[in-house]
């Protein structure tokens, strides 16, 4: 097969996590209907969890995402990517890091990772990237209040 | 905000799409329940997609992903990525490209392409990377006979 | 266990299936998320292949259900019921049967029943009931020439 | 249109709720992408609302469903039944009432109720029904261990 002039983004090397940073953490457990055929939780539930966790992110900064879309402002996904470095299984409990990776007034970055309970080991990570739309899905920008409560 | 130490890894431009290359095509439609509050297709939703379409690839390379587990080989999913452009709504149809972007014993690569039923415009795009395993979840290789068909 | 005063529910036979009725009939495929730890359909993708269902059903009437939204009415489910007899697996085909059970202006059941592809077995038989909404939720009437349509 | 023989079952009562017994109670929180075009959560979470219910119910019974499996015993969904009544929103918390319905070795019948996390109004209830199998798919009886603690 002949090589892709693409093909040296195959080595990204997403090390964008919370680990650095200031997050936050929820914990969830792995529901029966999100295993698949492997036994393992299916790959697009990982976004869920991220999706869950960001809105978890902006309720404890005091800027509930449900008053953001109140306001008119929509957080549209842009860009979703996930390693997957462990499997989850029925019922296993584990915790959903979130940090703010980056926020300007018409681009949000949220960086995740998914850890085991106890010994805190990666079971994936990931981030997604966000643009600013109103209601009519024209990009526009968030106003300094939302922002500087999502930067606290 | 500190700039992150990785912040260089936000401008992956992911330009791996079955553009330049061969690939196959299939048409789907938006199911009313995968769209989401803003009314259009939710974001965890692509990647479900993507999957419906290299099973496509591979039922039309002869070797159905049915076969290929099997024959006890698991091509686990260890990472995704889309990025989002054109939003999708209810009833929408759509085309799903995929191709293989690279494959060795060990690893494949498949890019994905959504695009618009006429004017081919460009809805979504994205790879996922999988890992070989056997049953008992362990890294392994692909026989030749099944990478010769998924290559040809 | 002392017995409910309602356990003469339990012995529900719905026979409401579109079998005596005409039906339109449809393919789908299992995909592999829809899938779960005991290789078999989750149950709640049902639901989602009577919607898919009903969806065609309306087109087919020559009146999409999204013309119906637009013109303000919403088919709120308000009671679904399904009945599984025998398992789905990953990547089979099967056909799904939708028939208009009953409607009134301000009610519509449907009927639904998925058989194999071949032998025609009855792998789940259901119905969902809806009520009639504006797009404020308030409960109204379909106007006959919408109701005409389906049940031509 | 024609009157169905079967058209006496569409008055179907299922006052099968967990009022008048002793339930266990969960609460949870409806998701970003549980929400559909409607604005409201989407009739196939419920079964999945459920599910998580009896997971807890096993659980609390000192007997995680898990370990039901993990002794060979599936629990084989063959009935679902929904009634909706008022609307869930994104974000919005309530309450999963889970109660045991009835049980023998072959057959366990769950009722559910969705409540208003304040004022106890019934948003939904429902019930499911399952029979016992073996990892072959074959009926089985449960053992007089499981059914005392499922009763307990």
Not at 31 to 51: C, P, Q, T
Request: aromatic letters at 12%.
């Amino acid at each position: 097969m002949k090589k892709s002039p693409n093909s040296e983004n195959f080595s990204i090397k997403t090390s964008i996590t919370p680990k650095n940073k200031s997050f936050i953490e929820i914990k969830e457990r792995v529901r029966y209907s999100e295993i698949d055929r492997m036994g393992v939780a299916h790959n697009k539930n990982y976004l869920e969890w991220f999706e869950i966790g960001r809105t978890e992110f902006c309720r404890r900064k005091d800027i509930p995402y449900k008053k953001i879309e109140a306001q008119g402002y929509y957080l549209v996904v842009v860009e979703t990517f996930c390693k997957y470095k462990k499997p989850l299984r029925y019922d296993d409990e584990f915790l959903i890091r979130i940090s703010l990776e980056n926020i300007s007034p018409k681009k949000i970055v949220f960086a995740y990772e998914l850890v085991t309970e106890k010994e805190k080991k990666i079971i994936a990570s990931g981030y997604t990237v966000h643009i600013v739309t109103n209601s009519k899905a024209e990009v526009c920008s968030l106003p300094p209040a939302i922002i500087k409560k999502i930067r606290s």
